[in-house]
């Protein structure tokens, strides 16, 4: 059973600064077509959550470019290269195969 | 555009079933399986199952077999989840997604639709 985890699990942040996640999942997640199965999504106060990233780097139509996702295997992280104050929210990382399972989300506030 | 609309807000008391709706539009509905993920007061995120409108076959998470029901209406494009003997815990917000891209990356959600478990 894989088991998904992120930190930190709380981010403060400046705007106009960068911000890093980081989620690790217990199996590798990089399939034999050279994929990996992993998205990044973002849940703002109040809505449904929002994908951001899928197959582990590929921004999902219409987000902004200051968000990139990157790794393989185990390790992924999501960035934002300049904090904007709209990026307020909880900020999960899942696998995305099969079984999709969420991580636990990093909370990051101004 | 693709829009998913969830039925309102429920009441239930303990060891009842609820019934929930999401009706789809600006799309092929047969096309994409819909996903059920939930959301408990104050939690994260819990990935419940898919079906596929196509021809009705469903995935359920380990967590919810036996206990869940996903079903399609083709002639209304709309896709229910039934839980049945509900608990405290099943108090959740409930949401509808649709799967795009390589399968089970969700860019498209409906708004959610809360149950209370309640005696």
């Known amino acids: 059973e894989i088991v998904m985890t992120q930190f930190p699990l709380s981010l403060p942040v400046t705007p106009g600064e960068p911000a890093s996640i980081s989620c690790r999942s217990s199996?590798?997640?990089?399939?034999?077509?050279?994929?990996?199965?992993l998205d990044w999504y973002v849940q703002k106060p109040g809505h449904s959550p929002q994908l951001l990233i899928y197959?582990?780097?590929t921004r999902a139509p219409g987000v902004p470019d200051r968000f990139s996702g990157s790794g393989s295997g185990t390790d992924f992280t999501l960035k934002i290269s300049r904090v904007e104050a709209e990026d307020v929210g909880v900020y999960y990382c899942?696998?995305?195969?099969?079984?999709?399972?969420f991580g636990p989300g990093t909370k990051v506030e101004i | 555009q693709v829009q998913l609309v969830q039925s309102g807000a429920e009441v239930k008391k303990p060891g009842a079933s609820v019934k929930v709706s999401c009706k789809a539009s600006?799309?092929?509905?047969?096309?994409?399986?819909i996903n059920w993920v939930r959301q408990a007061p104050g939690q994260g995120l819990e990935w419940m199952g898919w079906?596929?409108?196509?021809?009705?076959?469903?995935n359920y998470a380990q967590n919810f077999q036996g206990r869940v029901t996903m079903t399609t209406d083709t002639s209304t494009t709309t896709a229910y989840m039934e839980l049945r003997s509900l608990t405290s815990d099943d108090t959740a917000v409930y949401y509808c997604?649709?799967?795009?891209?390589?399968?089970?990356?969700?860019?498209?959600w409906g708004q959610g639709t809360l149950v209370i478990v309640s005696s």
């Open positions: 600006g799309y092929n509905f047969k096309t994409y399986a």
């Open positions: 079906i596929s409108p196509n021809n009705g076959n469903t």
């Open positions: 997604a649709r799967e795009d891209f390589s399968g089970y990356d969700f860019y498209s």
């Open positions: 899942m696998y995305a195969l099969l079984s999709p399972l």
């Open positions: 197959l582990g780097s």
């Open positions: 199996q590798s997640l990089l399939q034999s077509n050279g994929y990996n199965y």
